[in-house]
């Protein structure tokens, strides 16, 4: 497995605009490493404790994305440094990471995670549900949260149809959520979708950013 090149072989093919996340979940810092040294500056993890830990070990030029669904008594030890927490679906995990951003003093981004798969286990919201959170008095106080986009999961499936309408959906999610609430705010611009699997897709559905990890890292063994 040569990292440095499958990082340059994905990077190469991405339009211009469309960002890498390297997922790096489970993997140890050496492959990080090779990761950092063919360039790439943005790695995603999924679990609090292993990045924590990450993050003190490795260089301080890497971008941290928490790329799931991080547990509430658990976002305090990743909001002093983390970039983007791609996974939240609710306006009490929000309520949470605006207080942590208080206490740090800073703006945590955030990705709103929408439900377009059709497998149930999947987490997210629906378009509804998120003009719920967004029309809610309480939202419209948090001044340390930002949310800058939008994030989603395909079914994991061999019908290339149904995961292109997938990621359409999102994408129309996306633009719609544009028009009615971020019509003025350059702040709200990204589309995190696409993984291994499904990444070429992805992008062209419109994907400002893909979560790539075992064709980079290899396989997981958990
Ligand atoms: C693990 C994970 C990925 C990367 O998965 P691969 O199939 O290995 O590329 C992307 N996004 C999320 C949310 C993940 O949990």
């Known amino acids: 497995?040569?990292?440095?090149?499958?990082?340059?072989?994905?990077?190469?093919?991405?339009?211009?605009?469309?960002?890498?996340?390297?997922?790096?979940?489970?993997?140890?810092?050496?492959?990080?490493?090779?990761?950092?040294?063919?360039?790439?500056?943005?790695?995603?993890?999924?679990?609090?404790?292993?990045?924590?830990?990450?993050?003190?070990?490795?260089?301080?030029?890497?971008?941290?994305?928490?790329?799931?669904?991080?547990?509430?008594?658990?976002?305090?030890?990743?909001?002093?440094?983390?970039?983007?927490?791609?996974?939240?679906?609710?306006?009490?995990?929000?309520?949470?990471?605006?207080?942590?951003?208080q206490k740090n003093e800073r703006?945590?981004?955030?990705?709103?995670?929408?439900?377009?798969?059709?497998?149930?286990?999947?987490?997210?919201?629906?378009?509804?549900e998120a003009r719920d959170v967004l029309d809610s008095e309480e939202f419209k106080n948090f001044a340390n949260v930002e949310i800058a986009g939008v994030m989603g999961m395909a079914t994991y499936t061999d019908d290339e149809t149904q995961i292109r309408n997938e990621f359409r959906m999102l994408y129309n999610i996306f633009t719609q959520l544009k028009n009615e609430y971020f019509s003025a705010a350059d702040s709200f611009y990204e589309i995190s979708m696409g993984m291994s699997d499904d990444y070429p897709i992805a992008v062209e559905e419109g994907s400002t950013m893909v979560r790539v990890g075992s064709k980079i890292f290899g396989a997981r063994n958990y």
Request: charged share 25%; net charge neutral; proline share 4%.
């Open 1 to 101: 497995m040569d990292i440095g090149k499958n990082i340059l072989a994905i990077t190469t093919n991405l339009p211009e605009g469309v960002k890498l996340v390297a997922v790096s979940k489970t993997k140890p810092n050496e492959d990080i490493l090779e990761a950092y040294n063919a360039g790439q500056r943005i790695f995603g993890e999924n679990k609090v404790q292993d990045l924590t830990k990450k993050y003190e070990e490795l260089p301080k030029d890497i971008e941290w994305h928490f790329i799931g669904h991080p547990q509430s008594n658990k976002v305090k030890y990743i909001a002093p440094f983390i970039s983007l927490i791609h996974g939240v679906d609710s306006l009490k995990l929000l309520k949470i990471i605006n207080k942590e951003g």
């Open 107 to 128: 703006k945590i981004k955030c990705l709103l995670q929408f439900h377009i798969a059709e497998e149930s286990t999947k987490f997210g919201l629906d378009i509804q």
